[in-house]
T-cell receptor, first 113, second 112 residues
């Protein structure tokens, strides 16, 4: 079945360590996105990518980095510069143009101790 | 993207229709109305979208007012599994790159 896979579902890291969250899609979607969600809040856009080897900052990009070397993959690195990294991270993909919306992964819950 | 306003929370009895309102008074002519929902600790799920006309699919119906300044998502026979946060989003996804902005949404609680 086509979809988006995020791994792992739960991740624990010590403060000061970088950590990379995986996101893979087999939907042949051009665009991919990373969102962050804090308890009781909506989703905030971190980074997005429309095509391979190109990506743009979202609303809260500081302390995060991404790469888009393959159409299917859009990993997110949470760096030690991110002040409050503990959150629920969601990856999504969409057809680049067209009102068909997003497909989301099941999320990764990152806890930094 | 146009801003949307939704009630913070709503209740609905199981088996009854759930009507979730959304105001988007600054919507532009080329912007669509999307609805998503998020069940606890999962990724949001697409429900329905529309531009001008009312829309219906297997999950829900979307009623958009003639001036397009507001809309209502209708779940015709709510079940306990419909308990979720519902997001109303406005975006010009039909003709341009679709970068969606999610607000805080409406927490819908369906009770027995």
């Amino acid at each position: 079945d086509g979809g988006i896979t995020q791994s792992p579902k739960y991740l624990f890291r010590k403060e000061g360590q970088n950590v990379t969250l995986s996101c893979e899609q087999n939907l042949n979607h051009d665009a991919m996105y990373w969102y962050r969600q804090d308890p009781g809040q909506g989703l905030r856009l971190i980074y997005y990518s429309q095509i391979v080897n190109d990506f743009q900052k979202g609303d809260i990009a500081e302390g995060y980095s991404v790469s888009r070397e393959k159409k299917e993959s859009f990993p997110l690195t949470v760096t030690s510069a991110q002040k409050n990294p503990t959150a629920f991270y969601l990856c999504a993909s969409s057809i680049q143009k067209g009102a068909y919306g997003y497909t989301f992964g099941s999320g990764t819950r990152l806890t930094v101790v | 993207d146009a801003k949307t306003t939704q009630p913070t929370s709503m209740d609905c009895a199981e088996g009854r229709a759930a009507n979730l309102p959304c105001n988007h008074s600054t919507i532009s002519g080329n912007e669509y109305v999307y609805w998503y929902r998020q069940i606890h600790s999962q990724g949001p799920q697409y429900i329905i979208h529309g531009l001008k006309n009312n829309e219906t699919n297997e999950m829900a119906s979307l009623i958009i007012t003639e001036d397009r300044k507001s809309s209502t998502l209708i779940l015709p026979h709510a079940t306990l599994r419909d308990t979720a946060v519902y997001y109303c989003i406005v975006n010009a996804g039909g003709t341009s790159y679709g970068k969606l902005t999610f607000g805080q949404g409406t927490i819908l609680t369906v009770h027995p």
